[in-house]
């Protein structure tokens, strides 16, 4: 019994012997890399499909005529926040083309003077079940939370999620959660949630 | 486990002698909260309805006959039963005002909670909501839409009260003290005998504040010592008997207490 036992063993070792080639640091590091690169890069560009602004829209030239966040994104009497300016507002200035700016054309033929609302992409959406009040959170500066577009020429692509649908760059809850408890403000689920 | 205390108290007190039954809070908070109306009704265990008027009789016959009908929404307990039988915090009571918070999509459909309720005003969702066409374009932004399999129930339109302190900060009110009727579910709005007052009953500015200290004024089951946050006054003994649910014993209520 023991002998068999031993002959066994002896097989089994030189067989370890024999797959020694297969084994080692470079195909552990190949193996690694496509992982990292399959993790990283091709699943992210799977998840996300890219979507750009109907308008190319820039913030850039409009604050330099010096106009402020508040200027169009304003609030209403009642505190609640109406986020985007609708044609109306746009038109006080953009009735007609005043620039020399092609998107500016695009924006008064296209949507302006057919009274049609532009679609745009809203980086910042929640989900339904979100109550964000804009109202309680003025006392910070915009850029804290959204894209610093103030100083942008060309809006940034919007990342669109294709399983959820929610765009990439909106506020997750664990940044919700961290900033309330770093400022001592309550994180009871009914503070954000409806 | 030791209620938590908070300072403002968010309240509804609903005279029984006033409601004359008519549906119209039932109606009212289906509306405000996106409740789907079902193709088919009549089975009582599948239908949704945060605020359910029932109808109270006293058991007698001839001109001794009397009804009266009683709204029941979430009594968002001081001391709620459904909290701390709820495995995955989808229930809370943990906000300023005192409302028990539920969060649907964190809820993983056990139930527990319905089976802790003792006032029935937690319902399940059976099937995904079915808008009849072009609805679901007038649907209310205050509240999501539930899917199918989990737990639902009134918050006191929560989102109103969000609302208004945004109106409060608005206008430089305090959002933390708000003045009386600022705040109003849509129940307590629509009724139109005025049955449905809410309000902080902690803040003696507050029309509820001496309504739910009056000397008719009982809640419901409050030997249970639940403490719940919504009370009822009728001046009809019979009615604040059944309040305790002690009507088929005989005995009387329990001592009245009041937070």
Same mark, same amino acid.
Request: aromatic share 10%.
């Given at each position: 019994? @023991? ?73 209403? @009497? ?17 009735? @007609?083309?005043?620039?020399?700016? &092609? ?21 910042? $959406? ?26 942008? @020429?060309?809006? &940034?692509? $919007? ?36 | ?42 089975? !009582? ?8 008027? =029932? ?13 009266? =009908? ?36 964190? *809820? ?11 006032? +029935? ?15 679901? !374009? ?13 737990? /639902?129930? *009134?918050?006191?339109? +929560? ?16 959002? /933390? ?28 500015? +507050? ?24 009370? =009822? ?24 207490? +009041?937070?």
């Amino acid at each position: 019994m @023991d002998q068999k036992l031993q002959e066994l063993w002896g097989e089994v070792m030189e067989e370890k012997k024999q797959c020694k080639g297969c084994g080692g640091a470079l195909p552990f590091l190949i193996g690694f890399v496509a992982a990292v690169i399959a993790g990283w890069v091709l699943f992210p560009n799977l998840l996300y499909s890219k979507k750009v602004q109907p308008v190319r829209f820039s913030h850039k030239v409009h604050q330099e005529q010096g106009m402020e966040c508040a200027s169009c994104h304003t609030f209403r @009497d009642d505190g609640s926040y109406a986020g985007l300016p609708n044609n109306e507002k746009c038109m006080e200035c953009h009735a @007609d083309v005043v620039g020399s700016d &092609p998107a500016e054309k695009i924006y008064v033929e296209q949507y302006a003077q057919k009274g049609k609302e532009v679609p745009w992409l809203v980086y910042q $959406y929640q989900p339904d079940n979100v109550y964000f009040s804009h109202k309680a959170h003025e006392s910070f500066e915009c850029k804290e939370c959204h894209l610093e577009v103030g100083k942008m @020429d060309t809006p &940034p692509v $919007y990342y669109e999620n294709r399983l959820s649908g929610y765009s990439k760059q909106t506020m997750k809850m664990w940044q919700c959660e961290r900033c309330h408890a770093e400022n001592g403000v309550s994180n009871a689920c009914h503070v954000c949630h409806k | 486990m030791k209620a938590k205390e908070f300072k403002v108290t968010w309240g509804m007190v609903v005279d029984l002698d006033k409601c004359t039954g008519c549906g119209a809070c039932m109606t009212a908070c289906q509306v405000e909260n996106n409740i789907a109306p079902m193709v088919d009704a009549s089975n !009582k265990m599948r239908t949704l309805s945060w605020m359910l008027v =029932y109808e109270l009789s006293n058991k007698k016959s001839g001109a001794e006959a009397e009804v009266a =009908y009683l709204p029941r929404p979430c009594m968002q307990c001081g001391n709620p039963a459904c909290v701390p039988v709820c495995p995955v915090i989808a229930t809370d009571k943990n906000e300023e005002g005192g409302i028990v918070s539920q969060i649907y999509p964190r *809820c993983i459909g056990c139930r527990y909670c319905m089976a802790a309720c003792p006032y +029935h005003a937690r319902y399940f969702n059976w099937e995904d909501p079915v808008f009849p066409k072009g609805m679901e !374009k007038a649907l209310s932004p205050s509240t999501s839409t539930r899917p199918r399999g989990v737990v /639902e129930k *009134c918050n006191f339109c +929560h989102t109103r009260f969000m609302q208004a302190k945004d109106k409060a900060r608005q206008e430089g009110g305090n959002p /933390e003290s708000l003045p009386d009727g600022a705040y109003m579910p849509a129940c307590a709005e629509i009724c139109p005998t005025g049955a449905i007052s809410f309000g902080d009953v902690k803040n003696k500015e +507050h029309k509820v504040f001496e309504l739910a200290q009056g000397k008719d004024a009982f809640r419901l089951l409050e030997k249970l010592g639940l403490n719940p946050q919504v009370y =009822y006054v009728s001046k009809r003994e019979w009615v604040r008997k059944l309040g305790d649910n002690y009507a088929a014993t005989g005995k009387p209520g329990a001592a009245k207490k +009041h937070s």
